[in-house]
């Protein structure tokens, strides 16, 4: 089935020591989105890749940053996290045509900063 | 410019009566509007989706939602709930012809009690 995969499902790490996330796809989708997810919250947009154009929310602080090697692959990094990164982190797909932009989602990944 | 917003931070219900989730939009262009369902530790599973066709739309796992240009309403409704139903749902917008970047609602919490 074609899908969105995320690794790892649970990830800790130590305060200021960098981790990636990462996430493929085998939807063939043009756009790659990293959410942030705080418990009770909605999903915070952090940046999203159109093709190969990379576009950061103004908010999304500098601690993050993202590659997108090729049109199947999409990482997250976070250079030094802090215990106010601990949260889920989804990666989301869509293709953008048409009348709809549904967007397909990842399991997540569960950061702990300890 | 989109908006949506969840009239409901939380709802509560017995098994078997009806269930009620109350999204107001806002959009400069022809919505796309949608329902995920996100269950504790889990991505978002897209639940149902309103492009420009028929303005009633049904859903997986017996949940349907209604458009109502007039009132600029996308309630989601299910006629009985199940335990399995208890989890996080979220109201999404986008714009056909505008913004692809969807718009999350703050999220909606349904309880069902046995």
């Known amino acids: 089935d074609a899908m969105v995969i995320q690794n790892p499902r649970y990830q800790v790490t130590q305060f200021g020591k960098p981790v990636t996330l990462s996430c493929s796809q085998t939807?063939?989708?043009?756009?790659m989105y990293w959410y942030q997810q705080k418990s009770s919250q909605a999903p915070k947009l952090l940046f999203h890749?159109?093709?190969?154009?990379?576009?950061n929310e103004a908010d999304t602080p500098d601690n993050f940053q993202s590659r997108r090697p090729n049109t199947s692959f999409c990482f997250l990094d976070i250079r030094s996290p802090g215990l106010g990164d601990a949260a889920m982190y989804l990666c989301?797909?869509?293709?953008?045509?048409?009348?709809?932009?549904?967007?397909?989602f990842g399991p997540g990944t569960r950061l702990t900063v300890t | 410019a989109q908006s949506v917003t969840q009239l409901d931070s939380h709802v509560s219900v017995s098994e078997g009566t009806p269930v009620l989730l109350r999204c107001n939009y806002s959009?400069?262009?022809?919505?796309?509007l949608f329902w995920y369902v996100q269950h504790p530790n889990k991505g978002l599973q897209l639940l149902l989706k309103?492009?420009?066709?028929?303005?009633l739309v049904k859903g997986i796992n017996g949940f349907e939602a209604e458009f109502k240009k007039s009132e600029t309403s996308f309630h989601l409704t299910k006629p009985s709930a199940h335990m399995s139903d208890a989890a996080e749902y979220f109201c999404?917008?986008?714009?056909?012809?505008?913004?692809?970047?969807?718009?999350f609602g703050r999220g909606t919490s349904l309880i069902v009690h046995p």
């Open positions: 939807l063939n989708h043009n756009v």
């Open positions: 989301a797909t869509s293709r953008v045509r048409g009348s709809s932009y549904e967007q397909y």
């Open positions: 890749y159109y093709d190969k154009d990379f576009n």
């Open positions: 959009s400069s262009y022809s919505p796309s």
């Open positions: 309103y492009t420009s066709a028929a303005t």
């Open positions: 999404v917008v986008s714009e056909t012809g505008g913004s692809y970047i969807p718009t």
